[in-house]
């Protein structure tokens, strides 16, 4: 009787917990409203506990990934985000932002050709993701490709005339290439 008794109160305590009450859309917006305008590590950490409940729940749903690569990357876990873009691609192979994203982890990794590619990809199937030139660019600068980095970040200063990172970026290029009048007429844009 016994057995039967503990059986019961440990069926019903599964079925009480919070993460069987909450939906996995639940859990996804709590990470949301956690993460929205905040970027303590603290709360990342939090709201990364709440995309694994929501992926424990839907463990097909690409932005569940997405969102927690992404907090990876903020708090510079890179290989993590990766292996989460990687998951959310698979599920979704025409996200752009997870390519520029998973680009962004490679770039911070130092794998520079792997970023490229990433952000190749992105702009294919997003030509105006302004982050993906930005950030080829920097990847393009990182390999001593100064010209090509210059060339990403113009495209990106023409979707966003007020990029400042942009203006940064192509000026250093231009400072790089021994084009110190270029580089000072970039630092004056980012002066006004």
């Known amino acids: 009787m016994n057995k039967i008794i503990i059986s019961i109160f440990l069926v019903l305590t599964f079925f009480c917990s919070p993460v069987m009450s909450e939906t996995a859309i639940d859990w996804y917006e709590k990470a949301n ?4 305008g905040n970027k ?3 709360d990342l ?3 990364i506990e ?5 992926i424990r729940l839907r463990p097909d749903w690409a932005d569940a990934y997405y969102n927690r690569g992404t907090l990876y990357n ?3 876990q890179h290989q993590r985000a ?5 998951r959310a691609i698979s599920l979704e192979p025409n996200m752009a932002d997870a390519y520029n994203n998973r680009g962004y982890a490679y770039n911070d990794l130092s794998q520079y050709q792997h970023a490229i590619e990433d952000f190749n990809k992105a702009i294919s199937l997003k030509p105006d993701i302004i982050d993906a030139y ?5 990847a393009y600068f990182n390999l001593d490709k100064y010209q090509n980095a210059i060339e990403d970040f113009n495209k990106a200063i023409i979707l966003k005339p007020d990029l400042a990172d942009a203006y940064g970026n192509r000026g250093y290029a231009y400072l790089m290439q021994g084009k110190k009048d270029l580089a000072a007429l970039m630092c004056k844009k980012l002066v006004y």
């Open 33 to 36: 409203a956690l993460t929205a």
């Open 40 to 42: 303590k590590n603290t």
């Open 45 to 47: 950490q939090k709201a």
């Open 50 to 54: 709440f995309l694994n409940n929501a």
């Open 74 to 76: 903020d708090l510079g």
């Open 82 to 86: 990766i292996e989460d873009f990687n």
């Open 134 to 138: 930005n950030n080829r660019g920097i």
